[in-house]
T-cell receptor
């Protein structure tokens, strides 16, 4: 079975600085998708970025980018120019197309942003 | 604006009660999911459904059941609520497998069983 591990329960970053959140996963599949979700205090889960496993190029969305290392099964999220509104819980997630499209989540990383 | 709506934001129930958590989506998604969120454990899948009247167990189905009579509605049922079911419950929907989309989530129901 696939697993997703986020080893950093909490992270902190100074406003305008850069922070990297770590995520590793375990799978024997070759075709899958990876996601980062943000959950602010409002509880609404927001999709931050997605990566298709077959694509070698790392995904980028404005200030958010990923470092996808398929062989190492690593999928880290980099947030550049951190803003106060980036403070939230961040979840890494894995989606297989062989299991009904269900998402498997990591434990989450609580990010705080200091002014 | 597309939406997944959960009927209650906060809910307090007594031990042994039968509890219904309702979820409605307006995106014509085939797949719907119920997750439970606990600190340090992330989101764990309880049940999911990929079609009307179809259901599949997730990773932690014990003590729960589900109902999907219509495409847009997916209900989670706690047959006899217990204190260890105190948690945040999140509903989500998505297009079926093979389509590269993430999920759309509801805003969660925080359930307290006393």
């Amino acid at each position: 079975a696939q697993t997703v591990t986020q080893s950093q329960p909490e992270m902190s970053v100074q406003e305008a600085e850069t922070v990297t959140l770590s995520c590793t996963y375990d799978t024997s599949e070759s075709d899958y998708y990876l996601f980062w979700y943000k959950q602010p205090p409002s509880r609404q889960m927001i999709l931050v970025i997605r990566q298709e496993a077959y694509k070698q190029q790392n995904a980028t969305e404005n200030r958010f980018s990923v470092n996808f290392q398929k062989a190492a099964k690593s999928f880290s999220l980099k947030i550049s120019d951190s803003q106060l509104g980036d403070a939230a819980m961040y979840f890494c997630a894995y989606r297989s197309e062989n299991q009904g499209g269900k998402l498997i989540f990591g434990q989450g990383t609580e990010l705080s942003v200091k002014p | 604006d597309v939406k997944v709506t959960q009927s209650s934001r906060y809910l307090v129930k007594r031990t042994g009660e039968k509890v219904f958590l309702e979820c409605v989506q307006d995106m014509d998604h085939e797949n719907m999911f119920w997750y439970r969120q606990d600190p340090g454990l992330g989101l764990r899948l309880i049940y999911f459904s990929y079609d009307v009247k179809m259901k599949e167990k997730g990773d932690i189905p014990e003590g729960y059941s589900v109902s999907r009579e219509k495409k847009e509605r997916f209900s989670l049922i706690l047959e006899s609520a217990s204190t260890n079911q105190t948690s945040m419950y999140l509903c989500a929907s998505s297009y079926p497998q093979g389509v590269n989309y993430g999920y759309t989530f509801g805003s969660g129901t925080r359930l307290t069983v006393v």
